[in-house]
Nanobody, 126 residues
Framework: QVQLVESGGGLVQAGGSLRLSCAAS????????MGWFRQPPGKEQEFVAA????????YYADSVKGRFIISRDNAKNSVYLQMNSLKPEDTAVYYC???????????????????WGRGTQVTVSS
């Protein structure tokens, strides 16, 4: 059974930082591209960042480019999202997802992803 478990969310002031982690089990982690998505209150889910299976390719939404960094550790079956210079508009539930994508790239559409975590809440106060 595949499980993706996010952690590291919480309440932070604007300008602060948080590091989200996602631990994967039940799958061959290095066979999957990984992504982070978020759902702000009252809005639809949106793409945040993605990373290829090797970590060699990364992708970011324009809204987080230059502030967030996605990384992965295949030996630990984990993917991370370092979030810096947080803004109130970053407030959302953050989800990690796994995509059985062949090739050293990653996709940005939610429909491309096969497995999802339950999410972790990030709240940024002004």
């Amino acid at each position: 059974q595949v499980q993706l478990v996010e952690s590291g969310g919480g309440l932070v002031q604007a300008g602060g930082s948080l590091r989200l982690s996602c631990a994967a089990s039940g799958l061959t982690f290095s066979n999957y591209a990984m992504g982070w998505f978020r759902q702000p209150p009252g809005k639809e889910q949106e793409f945040v960042a993605a990373i290829s299976w090797s970590g060699g390719s990364t992708y970011y939404a324009d809204s987080v480019k230059g502030r967030f960094i996605i990384s992965r550790d295949n030996a630990k079956n984990s993917v991370y999202l370092q979030m810096n210079s947080l803004k109130p508009e970053d407030t959302a539930v953050y989800y990690c997802a796994a995509d059985r994508f062949v090739g050293d790239a990653a996709r940005t559409r939610t429909s491309s992803y096969d497995y999802w975590g339950r999410g972790t809440q990030v709240t940024v106060s002004s």
